[in-house]
């Protein structure tokens, strides 16, 4: 325990900049978020511990780094585990900029010239450019109407670490003979495809028909299996198109080889973005 007459209390870190949702953090039940008034969360640097943690190769696979992280330099999220995607990104931007200052270098190559050079990426650039996605508006599918609603953190990692196992069967699929080879070729296919279809269910809040609301996921997991494929497609790529509102856009980038404009996906990896 820490003693609350700590002479050097003082000293210790201080919030280095502060963060408005992109949600503004409205959706939340209670205890995932305590909102300040202003509307905007005091984000603190990482410790020497948070430092430690975020390279912990078994914490990031798990998830628990990142929430752990989260709890410590936004002590006003409770629940990192019920953050949605639409604010992640935000969060681990603005962590990260709180520690570091707000330039980030990033390596990428030309795509005229396939010169690699380091380019310094402006994080709070990022942050003023994240938007969430409209999530109000309801899908029309015949006399159908579906709500979509962003994914949680908990959700997105346990999915993330089932594709991992099924990516590791592909890896291995070289060394085995040609027919089992096949088999477990479709087998691993057909794995991605349920944990495709499950997470698409679990970002439909509700499906609407003419005389009920449905909004058990194992009913609209059931309908996305036996839904014929042109109204499956219109879901995937209707969800697709929210999630992409509100991702990090690509970063425009002035070859210093060449001259050449072109735009690199800032895909933020915890792995490489924290350890």
């Known amino acids: 325990m820490i003693a609350t007459n700590n002479p050097l209390k003082q000293y210790f870190r201080r919030p280095a900049i502060y963060l408005r949702l992109p ?12 909102l300040p008034e202003s509307g905007e969360l005091p984000i603190y640097p990482m410790t ?19 929430v752990e992280l989260i709890k410590s330099c936004i002590p006003d999220i409770k629940d990192p585990w019920s953050i949605n995607s639409t604010d992640l990104d935000a969060i681990l931007v603005a962590i990260k ?35 969430p996605g409209d999530y109000s508006k309801e899908l029309e ?34 060394e085995l003979p040609e027919e089992e080879r096949n088999t477990k070729t479709q087998e691993a296919i057909k794995s991605i495809t349920e944990i495709t279809m499950q997470l698409l269910s679990k970002t439909i809040e509700y499906i609407e028909t003419p005389g009920s609301q449905v909004a058990e996921k194992a009913f609209i997991l059931d309908f996305l299996h036996n839904c014929d494929k042109n109204s ?30 072109y735009e690199q996906p800032f895909i933020l990896n915890a792995s490489d973005f924290f350890g």
């Open 23 to 34: 949600s503004g953090g409205t959706g939340y039940p209670p205890g995932v978020v305590d």
């Open 48 to 66: 020497a511990i948070d430092e430690i943690t975020s390279k912990t190769p078994d914490a990031l696979f798990s998830g628990t780094a990142i």
């Open 97 to 131: 900029s709180a520690t570091q200052g707000n330039d980030f270098e990033i390596e990428s190559s030309c795509t005229a010239c396939g010169e690699a050079a380091t380019y310094g990426v402006n994080l709070i650039g990022i942050l003023t450019g994240l938007k």
């Open 141 to 174: 599918i015949g006399d159908l109407k579906i709500k979509f609603r962003p994914l949680l953190y908990k959700e997105m990692n346990d999915a993330a670490k089932t594709q991992f196992e099924i990516q590791k069967i592909f890896s291995n699929l070289e």
């Open 232 to 261: 499956y497609i219109t879901i995937r790529d209707y969800h697709a198109k929210l999630k992409e509102q509100t991702d990090i856009k690509p970063l425009k980038i002035k070859c210093i080889h060449c001259q050449v404009e």
